[in-house]
């Protein structure tokens, strides 16, 4: 299969991120692990290395930071309905916190999680082992699951952690190959859908964010 993606590849020497957005499906896969490291520890190394990366941070908190408020209360708003009546929420992954600033925003006490705490709107966790407990909120979201290298053990960290009717939304990039810090890459939104063995897909989408890559959204409700 190797060697048919190379030989396709050379014969129309197309770029790689056309590739993957209309070819990547018939060679690769619904999902493919990039199987980059050699240990977990070695996983974790490397996505500290990018969020601590000064370059990274400054322009996250500086030219893109209104950018990212901006299309987070965009993204929320026209997921409005699955807010109502919600208390406590999670974004798991949320670097610099925008999505938690909005949420706070809109009324919860949101916080976000990732490797490398930013006060006042992230603290410091793994979304492999999430350290709260069982059903203790009522809304998670997430944009960062090319960065799991565990998809199915994130997921399920997603429906212990969420409440019963609780809503969780996913926002992936679709047919892209990511950068560096993706673990992987996902032809066919069914892949990861069948992944929550707890909860009811509610909505299915294409998307097209103003601040990022993310082109697919799922919302889904736990059982």
């Known amino acids: 299969m190797i060697i048919v993606k190379k030989t396709f590849l050379k014969l129309i020497s197309i770029p790689k991120k056309l590739y993957y957005k209309f070819f990547s499906k018939f060679f690769e896969g619904k999902i493919q692990y990039y199987d980059r490291h050699q240990s977990y520890k070695d996983y974790i190394k490397k996505q500290i290395e990018k969020t601590e990366d000064p370059k990274r941070i400054a322009k996250w908190t500086g030219v893109e930071w209104e950018k990212k408020i901006l299309g987070f209360r965009n993204l929320f708003d026209r997921n409005k309905d699955y807010l109502k009546n919600k208390e406590n ?118 998307i097209k964010n103003t601040f990022d890559e993310m082109n697919y959204e799922f919302v889904l409700q736990k059982n």
């Open 89 to 206: 929420a999670i974004c798991l992954g949320a670097r610099t916190g925008q999505e938690v600033l909005v949420l706070q925003e809109l009324g919860l006490k949101a916080v976000g999680l990732d490797l490398v705490p930013f006060p006042p709107y992230t603290i410091q966790g793994d979304i492999h082992s999430i350290p709260f407990k069982d059903g203790e909120f009522d809304f998670v979201f997430t944009n960062i699951f090319d960065h799991s290298l565990y998809p199915e053990k994130f997921v399920s960290e997603i429906e212990r952690i969420s409440k019963k009717n609780s809503h969780i939304i996913i926002n992936l990039q679709l047919n892209n190959p990511g950068d560096d810090y993706s673990e992987n890459l996902i032809n066919d939104p069914k892949s990861v859908e069948k992944m929550f063995k707890n909860s009811e897909l509610i909505i299915s989408r294409k």
